[in-house]
């Protein structure tokens, strides 16, 4: 998958000196950026913030300019090329900026480049996370273990992307608690139009706006098992489809949304997960109870995830 993230931006380096000159024609950096763990909400988020009429989020999503493996090296003129200048907020989400170990420096890069952002991490039940993140890789054929091997494996990237508060804490250190929010995919889809309020006042805008199209969700887990996603995410990493894959963020809204909805049919409701082995979900939570511990108490509340 993170050769697939290199790939997307393949192009851009071929081009990179017109990118530059055009960027710095009519370029802007960001002021909002979306970080989080994967299958925690956040393509949602994304939608859902580019509806607000201040907010002008990036296309693609997913630019990882601050992962020095990925795109780092294209430059800041590139990376503001992809926002709006006019737009009192700019953002962009990316979920690889929370990929600890593998990634280092990312919150410091940033921090070195835009001082003054705002910073949005997703969070999601930690178990229930890298439940849906393996599920996610064995349906697009990234993973070959059993779902107790992978997951049982205490140094996976599974486990550590759901350390949360590990993955939060360079963030903290380099732009303050005062400026980064914590949200829970449960908040977001229990609590929507409040939990955007709270995002909405973090950025500065109406906080009172709201849209109809609050109630989309977007790559919900219910197609992961389906032949239509399984399909569709084999087909774009053929040769001919490729650049399908690179441009799909950059489609109109209709026309993802109708993607969408062929693809992870977001109206069949939540597909059935299979069971972790109580000996599993037991070991589990006491690896993980301390982090999510020490990300409560920055949150300021409890997730309510683990049982005392």
């Not at 800041?76 to 926002?83: D, G, K, L, N, T």
């Amino acid at each position: 998958m993170i050769a697939r993230a290199r790939e997307r931006f393949a192009p851009e380096r071929r081009h990179l000196a017109r990118r530059r000159r055009r960027a710095a024609r009519a370029g802007a950096l960001p002021n909002l950026i979306v970080i989080g763990g994967l299958k925690c909400g956040t393509t949602s988020l994304h939608h859902y913030l580019n509806l607000h009429p201040e907010i002008s989020m990036s296309r693609p999503k997913e630019l990882n300019f601050f992962v020095a493996e990925l795109n780092w090296t294209l430059g800041a003129e590139w990376y503001a090329s992809h926002f709006d200048r006019s737009a009192p907020v700019r953002g962009e989400t990316s979920p690889h900026y929370t990929n600890l170990p593998r990634f280092e420096g990312v919150a410091e890069r940033m921090v070195s480049v835009i001082p003054d952002a705002r910073i949005v991490y997703m969070v999601r039940d930690p178990i229930d996370r890298m439940l849906s993140h393996y599920l996610h890789n064995a349906s697009g054929g990234y993973e070959e273990r059993g779902l107790s091997e992978a997951l049982g494996d205490a140094t996976s990237s599974y486990v550590d992307r759901s350390r949360y508060a590990m993955q939060a804490e360079p963030y903290l250190a380099a732009f303050g608690a005062d400026r980064v929010a914590i949200v829970a995919r449960e908040e977001l889809k229990d609590e929507r139009e409040a939990t955007m309020r709270r995002l909405f006042e973090l950025c500065g805008v109406d906080p009172s706006f709201r849209s109809e199209q609050f109630e989309r969700e977007w790559e919900t887990g219910s197609g992961k098992s389906s032949g239509g996603f399984r399909i569709m995410d084999r087909a774009v990493r053929l040769p001919g489809l490729r650049a399908l894959d690179r441009n799909f963020d950059r489609l109109p809204e209709s026309l993802r949304w109708l993607v969408e909805r062929i693809v992870h049919d977001p109206d069949s409701g939540a597909a059935a997960k299979p069971e972790l082995p109580a000996e599993l979900r037991a070991g589990l939570e006491t690896l993980l109870r301390d982090d999510v511990g020490r990300l409560e108490q920055v949150a300021g509340r409890s997730f309510g995830w683990f049982a005392s």
